[in-house]
């Protein structure tokens, strides 16, 4: 945790009804004399506690931001969601029209509110918009070096070719999604780019700008990366093709056990 974090329970407002007790994760909570107790600080703060309250007893401190009332579930629209996965594209061609600075916000703010693994919260960003030419191109000559080795290693690479937009494609826009735990990471990248597509963007996965971020030292130099790791980019713009029909898939590999 970034900050330092403190559960109060307030002795006037807690009825002793025990939900803290049945929603922690962590058997951090016990009810004392009709009243929740916490048995040590060292905790996830995960805020399960603070969020199941009827009576709003639980609190935690050191957060910017207070928590937020919620009066009924949101529940998304299945089918319409279903829509909007099967009709999802890759994009790879762009409008030349920037990406105000209030969506960029509100597609990472999709990454942070994403729940993650011991509630680590510890994935990060880097948006590049101004010199995005600047890093491609330091991305590009280490790929031109890369390529006989892709070739070898992937023999679907033997028809690349690596130009001055082979990362970008152009777009006015990528975020930089950075953890140790790549599951954390995906998760909200995830997120981030459902939020994207509400928004109107375009999106495309640049794993191969990950890994000239990860392995070039000129690049990490760039983006002052010292320890960290880029898990996935995210490349976002306004789309400037249509796509008139879904793509096949094969059946989902299940069983049921």
Do not use: W
């Amino acid at each position: 945790m970034r900050r330092e974090h403190k559960i109060n329970v307030s002795r006037k407002k807690c009825i002793g009804c025990g939900m803290c007790v049945k929603d922690c994760p962590v058997n951090n909570i016990r009810v004392k004399d009709k009243k929740a107790v916490i048995k040590t600080q060292s905790c996830l703060m995960c805020g399960h506690c603070a969020a199941v309250c009827p009576k709003a007893a639980v609190s935690i401190t050191g957060f910017s931001e207070p928590p937020v009332e919620i009066n009924g579930r949101t529940v998304l629209e299945p089918q319409r969601l279903m829509d909007a996965i099967r009709t999802r594209r890759s994009v790879r061609q762009y409008r030349q029209e920037p990406v105000d600075a209030e969506i960029i916000e509100q597609v990472i703010e999709a990454g942070r509110l994403t729940p993650s693994g011991e509630n680590a919260q510890n994935v990060s960003y880097i948006v590049l918009q101004r010199e995005m030419e600047r890093y491609e191109k330091t991305a590009v000559l280490f790929a031109k070096r890369m390529l006989p080795l892709m070739k070898i290693i992937k023999p679907n690479a033997r028809n690349i070719i690596i130009d001055d937009h082979f990362f970008f494609k152009e777009a006015p826009a990528a975020i930089l999604v950075l953890a140790k735990d790549k599951v954390n990471a995906s998760l909200a990248a995830s997120n981030m780019e459902l939020m994207a597509e509400a928004h109107g963007l375009g999106v495309l996965y640049s794993g191969l700008f990950a890994m000239a971020a990860n392995h070039s030292f000129a690049l990490r130099r760039m983006l002052k990366l010292r320890n960290a790791k880029v898990v996935t980019v995210l490349v976002l713009g306004y789309p400037n093709v249509p796509y008139h029909r879904t793509v096949q898939k094969e059946p989902a590999d299940v069983r049921y056990l």
